[in-house]
Every structure is written in structure tokens, then in C-alpha cells.
């Protein structure tokens, strides 16, 4: 083993694939509360937000006020334009952004630059067909050993399933979306 893999925390510890998926509201919210807990521990993470553009989310504010030590070890990419995608909106610029954030985050997985990575929406991307299901299975069977993959977002395609060690889906029992209540600054975004 090379001198700089001997103390690579990516080569010295086991990183595992998690997938939260459902129909519920939390699913990146859990990812992001994963995020803090490395980067308390002292770890390097990447977060790569697939489908969502723009920087009007309070986790972006929050993210831009860390320490510097902690920012060092952070970093997020908005692999999207300045609104959601969705089947009935989406284009080919979408997917250009879309194919520039996962060029990035496959070139981090495989070089161990970040012993956690969020794939934040990546269910979403692959559903939606801007990321192909088998390279993304390609990039999980070949990671590092220490790297932790989280992939975030509805619809999970069964392949991923399958390849995933840990998966939690979110499922709504109630919300208040359902009376009329619009998405709120600070809670939802």
C-alpha cells in the first residue's frame, strides 16, 4: 500500500451506501444532519444537490457561515439550475448541469477526495433518466472502501435499492401541505 494511503481515512475505514427515499418530507434534511455529524467528527464531505439550482436554500446560508476550519472540509456543488426539475419542465440544459455535477462527484468518489458524499436528488436525476442507472451502479460497486455514499430522493430506482446497505423510506402520514400550506422559508427551504 502506498505511503499516502496508509493514513487516508478513505482506505482505512468501511464507507457504506445509504438511500433515503419516499413519498415524505425529510429526506435531505436527514443527509444534511448526517453532513454535520462527519464534519463535527472531522471528516471531508461533499454534497452534490442534482435537480435544484439556485442558492435560495437556508442550508446554503448556513453552510456559508461555518467556521473556516470546518469549511476546509466542505463542499457543496448545485448540479442544477435556478428552479427544480420535474418530468413536465425539464430540458437539455438540465441535463448538461445535471451530467457536470455527476462528472464531479464520480471524479471525487474515485479519487477518495471526500470520505462522505451526498448524492442529494441522485433518485430524482436517475428517474428522470439524466443519470444513467448503470453508471451510477458502476460508480457505487467501484468506490473506495472508506468513501460513504448517500443517495437522496423519490422513486429509488430497485437497482440502487439492491445495492445499498442501509435504506430508509420517508413516508408522509400527515402533512400540511395537504390544507393549503405553501412551502415555508426556514422549514421547507
Not at 457536470?100 to 477518495?112: Q, S, V
Not at 462522505?116 to 436517475?126: F, K, M
Request: charged letters at 25%; proline letters at 2%.
Amino acid at each position: 500500500m502506498e505511503e499516502n494511503t496508509l493514513h487516508n481515512p478513505c482506505f482505512n475505514k468501511i464507507g457504506y451506501i445509504q438511500v433515503y427515499t419516499g413519498d415524505g418530507k425529510g429526506k435531505t434534511t436527514a443527509s444534511l444532519g448526517l453532513a454535520l455529524r462527519a464534519l463535527g467528527r472531522g471528516w471531508k464531505v461533499l454534497i452534490v444537490m442534482f435537480t435544484k439550482g439556485g442558492s435560495d436554500y437556508g442550508e446554503i446560508h448556513s453552510f456559508s457561515n461555518l467556521s473556516d476550519d470546518i469549511k476546509s472540509r466542505f463542499k457543496v456543488i448545485n448540479a442544477g439550475l435556478n428552479r427544480i426539475v420535474y418530468k413536465n419542465n425539464m430540458n437539455e440544459d438540465d441535463k448538461a448541469e445535471i451530467q457536470k455535477g455527476w462528472a464531479f462527484a464520480k471524479n471525487a468518489i474515485k479519487n477518495c477526495e471526500y470520505e462522505l458524499v451526498i448524492l442529494d436528488e441522485a433518485n430524482i436525476a436517475i428517474d428522470l433518466g439524466l443519470i444513467d442507472v448503470e453508471d451510477m451502479l458502476n460508480t457505487l460497486k467501484n468506490k473506495p472502501k472508506g468513501v460513504e455514499i448517500v443517495l437522496t430522493g423519490r422513486n429509488a430506482h430497485e437497482k440502487i435499492i439492491e445495492a445499498a446497505h442501509l435504506v430508509s423510506e420517508i413516508k408522509p402520514v400527515k402533512h400540511y401541505w395537504d390544507i393549503g400550506v405553501e412551502a415555508r422559508e426556514g422549514v421547507e427551504y
